[in-house]
């Protein structure tokens, strides 16, 4: 059975303690309660568990333009949520297991890309001519056209309000720079440990700067200081779509976890119409 709230407080104390049980593969839907509780403004979050048996089995969010998360949702919950949402999902990510039943019931998503969780085992700091540094309030416009630009690449519809996230996370020290010659080349964000779990994301570098090893360096620059100052374990996700950025997460210590999958329905229908990295 789907219960859901809106209240964040009401969900943290159903759902966090379950999604604490593997904080890794939860670390998007913990780092979205850490950011709800400091007061992330959302309109309409919708904040789901799934009881089965009496016991918590599942934990669902959503918080619009975002997907919905369906991380901790087991495979037998996802027709009882399609059917309690009225299978108004315009986009949803998820174990393949899980995407690949929401395909059954919606039919086929008009974009799909497939995402791997890495895991960082041991750094393997790069060569990379130059030296990485927290980012500072003076680097606020390039922060926020680089992620514009990462935003366009990446055209997942969801951006959002990029000048109030960036001003968010360079106020909470979230965001780190590499240089070179005394040029800003390329940016990592390190988000705040939820669960002991700190995740990398965006990694971008303009186009004209690539191919010269700075992404690598500010990733590892990034991932150091969340083992150091946070002793946290380090996570990132890649776009199994990109050979590249998957050979250079693994060059520097990461190792694959899981495997996800993003749907995107452009014109999202009814359920009862359609019975879809």
């Known amino acids: 059975m789907w219960a859901f709230t ?15 049980g593997d904080p890794v593969r939860n670390t998007v839907p913990l780092t979205v309660l850490a950011d709800l509780r400091a007061g992330l ?36 919950a996802v027709a009882p949520l399609v059917e309690a949402l009225d299978g108004d999902l315009p986009s949803a990510v998820g174990p393949p297991e899980v995407a690949a039943e929401v395909v059954r ?35 606020f416009p390039l922060l926020v056209s680089w992620y514009h630009a990462f935003g366009l690449e990446v055209d997942r519809g969801d951006s959002g309000d990029v000048v109030e996230r960036v001003a968010r996370r360079l106020a909470a ?16 964000a390190l988000s705040a440990p939820c669960g002991g779990v700190c995740r990398i994301g965006p990694v971008y570098t303009p186009p004209s700067r690539r191919r010269r090893g700075y992404g690598a360096a500010v990733t590892a620059y990034a991932s150091q200081y969340g083992v150091d100052h946070h002793h946290a374990r380090i996570v990132l996700f890649t776009d199994l779509n990109n050979p590249t950025s998957n050979a250079i997460y693994q060059s520097i210590g990461y190792r694959p976890v899981t495997d996800y999958t993003h749907l995107t329905y452009t014109n999202p229908r009814p359920r009862d119409r359609e019975s879809t990295a």
Do not use: N, Q
């Open 6 to 20: 809106s209240v964040v407080e009401e969900y943290a104390a159903v759902a966090e303690p379950f999604l604490l």
């Open 41 to 76: 403004p959302v309109k309409d979050p919708l904040l789901g568990w799934w009881t089965s048996g009496g016991e918590l089995r599942g934990a669902v969010f959503r918080t619009p333009p975002h997907p919905v998360g369906l991380f901790a949702v087991p495979v037998e």
């Open 105 to 139: 019931l919606l039919g086929p998503p008009s974009r799909t890309v497939s995402e791997r969780l890495y895991l960082l085992e041991e750094l393997a700091v790069p060569d990379v001519p130059g030296g990485g540094r927290a980012a500072v309030p003076g680097d």
């Open 173 to 188: 020290r979230e965001l780190f720079i590499w240089e070179d010659d005394g040029a800003p080349v390329s940016l990592a």
